[in-house]
């Protein structure tokens, strides 16, 4: 068990998924720069992240809901979490409200610009939201949504037992990255295209094994010639 001081960001889970070195320079380093995906994504954002309650037949929305694991080591804010009223045939699976009947099942939301990623990092930072919600609430919580702002559409996450895992070992990973204060090497890949970071991390500069053939290049690009 973490204590609350040690506890880290739930979504430095979704940077280190993508990409570890763009997790260690914005979560160790400090550093950060926008370009127009991220600034979609914060306008998208602004829009949930006032807390709110918001109460509909058979379902209660709550926006900016804060969240813990003490289990994992880790804290953040749920976008929205729905509670679907699901009677109570199944108590693993939901809570109480006072002067409510029946009881109600968690259901996660995370809000994302843009489609749906190759890869798993935003489906591990919704279940890392999971894990959370199932510690302080003491309930099973079997899936959750992701909202793209393209589609306008919901995808649907299971939370299984292959993304539990993959969740629970980037948890133990971020903590590794923490105490060790070690940025990973940079590695291009078509990804790192639509990095905001790709400016201060340079990944085709730092990532070539023979710094001369960089020099060259850049040399032959500026009509400079060569360097023995």
């Known amino acids: 068990m973490f204590s609350e001081s040690d506890l880290l960001p739930i979504s430095a889970l979704q940077h280190l998924s993508f990409c570890p070195r763009q997790c260690a320079l914005i979560h160790l380093e400090g550093q950060w720069a926008e370009n127009r ?49 699901i009677g109570d045939q199944d108590g693993e699976s939901g809570v109480p409200f006072p002067g409510e009947p029946g009881r109600w099942r968690p259901h996660p939301v995370e809000y994302k610009r843009g489609r749906p990623k190759i890869g798993i990092c935003d489906e591990v930072q919704l279940c890392a939201q999971a894990f959370c919600l199932e510690e302080m609430l003491s309930v099973s919580i079997p899936s959750g949504a992701l909202f793209y702002g393209q589609p306008r559409r919901r995808t649907h996450v299971a939370f299984d037992e292959s993304l539990r895992g993959a969740t629970e070992e980037l948890c133990q990973q971020l903590h590794e990255m923490f105490e060790s204060r070690k940025t990973p090497a940079a590695m291009y890949e078509k990804k790192c295209d639509s990095c905001s970071l790709i400016e201060i991390c340079k990944p085709k500069a730092f990532a070539r094994r023979n710094p001369q053939s960089y020099i060259n290049s850049l040399l032959r690009e500026t009509g400079g010639g060569r360097v023995e």
């Open 37 to 85: 995906l991220t600034v979609e994504g914060r306008r998208l954002h602004e829009i949930v992240d006032e807390p709110e309650i918001e109460n509909r037949p058979g379902i209660r929305i709550v926006r900016a809901l804060k969240m813990r694991s003490l289990r994992l080591g880790i804290s953040g804010q749920a976008d929205v979490v729905e509670f679907i009223q």
